[in-house]
C-alpha cells in the first residue's frame, strides 16, 4: 500500500517508529509484502535517512520487518512480532483498528489464559483486590446504557480485567495483564461497536466478578469463558449459532 495513506509525521525517530508501527498493526502492509523503501519514507515525511533508519532500526528489534541486503525490506509474518515487548504494547495503545487476524491470535490467547486468571484470582483476591473488581465493575453498570459513555465504559472495563489478572496474585500473570492491557482495550472496543446493548456483557462480568467473590475458582473460569464467548460473537469471530452448540 502507499505511503499516502498515512497521517502527516513530526517528531523525530520514535514518533516515526510509532506511526509505521501502528500502521502494520492495522494491516496497512501484510506480512511478506515488501516495506517502503528508506529513501520513499524519507521523502514523505520530509525526514533524514538517518532517522528513518533509527525508526526501522526499532521495527525490526519488534519483530515486524526484517531487512535484507539484496532483497530490501519485508513485513514478517505475524508469528515472528514480539506482541508482549514492552514497545508493542505502547504502540498498540488507542489503536482501535488493529489487523483482524492479530484481532484473532489476541483473542485466542485470552480465551485460554483468562479462564485460568479468574480461577486463580477466586483463590487469592484480597480484600483490596475485590473493592478494585467492584469498584471497576460499578463504574461498568453506570456508563452502560448511554452511548455518548462507550468509551469510559470500555475503560472501566478494560480496568476489570486488570483487576481480574491483578487478583491472581501471580507475578507473571500480573505482568502479562500489564502488557496485553492495550490489545483487551482494541478488543473490547471493537466488540462494543457491535453491539447496540451491554445488558449481556454485564451480566457475564457480574457472573465473574461473583466467581470470585464467593472464592469459586470452578465459576470464576466458566464465567470467564462466557464473556470471552460473548466477545468472540460481537466481533464476528464466530457466529453464535455455531458458537453456542
Given amino acids: 500500500m502507499s505511503l499516502n495513506a498515512l497521517p502527516p509525521h513530526s517528531g523525530g525517530a520514535i514518533n516515526l517508529a510509532r506511526l509505521l508501527a ?14 517502503p523503501k528508506e529513501m520513499d519514507i524519507s521523502n514523505h515525511f520530509g525526514v533524514s535517512r538517518n532517522q528513518v533508519r533509527n525508526a526501522l532500526a ?10 535484507t541486503a539484496g532483497r530490501g525490506t519485508q513485513i514478517r509474518q505475524m508469528s515472528d512480532w514480539h506482541l508482549l515487548d514492552p514497545l508493542m ?9 488493529l489487523d483482524p487476524e492479530l484481532i484473532r491470535a489476541i483473542y485466542a490467547f485470552r480465551f485460554s489464559a483468562e479462564p485460568v486468571v479468574a480461577s486463580l484470582a ?12 467492584r469498584a471497576a465493575f460499578e ?19 478494560v480496568m476489570f480485567h486488570d483487576a481480574t489478572y491483578s487478583a491472581s496474585h501471580n507475578l507473571v500473570w500480573r505482568q ?34 461473583d466467581g470470585i467473590v464467593h472464592r469459586d475458582p470452578e465459576a470464576a473460569a466458566a464465567a470467564a469463558k462466557e464473556v470471552l464467548r460473548r466477545t468472540a460473537i460481537d466481533l464476528g469471530i464466530v457466529n453464535e449459532p455455531s458458537f453456542t452448540h
Avoid: C
Avoid at 25 to 32: D, N, R, V
Fill in 22 to 35: 501502528r500502521a502494520l498493526l492495522a494491516g496497512t502492509w501484510q506480512p511478506g509484502e515488501l516495506f
Fill in 58 to 67: 526499532s521495527l525490526t528489534a519488534a519483530g515486524l520487518i526484517e531487512r
Fill in 89 to 97: 504494547s505502547e504502540w498498540m495503545t488507542g489503536l482501535t483498528n
Fill in 122 to 133: 477466586a483463590l487469592a483476591a484480597s480484600e483490596d483486590d475485590l473493592d478494585r473488581l
Fill in 139 to 157: 463504574g461498568m453498570k453506570r456508563t452502560a446504557t448511554d452511548p455518548a459513555d462507550r468509551h469510559q465504559h470500555a475503560e472501566y472495563d
Fill in 176 to 209: 502479562m495483564g500489564h502488557l496485553l492491557r492495550p490489545s483487551i482495550m482494541a478488543l473490547v472496543h471493537g466488540s462494543q461497536h457491535q453491539t447496540s446493548t451491554l445488558d449481556d456483557s454485564l451480566a457475564r462480568h457480574q457472573a465473574v466478578l
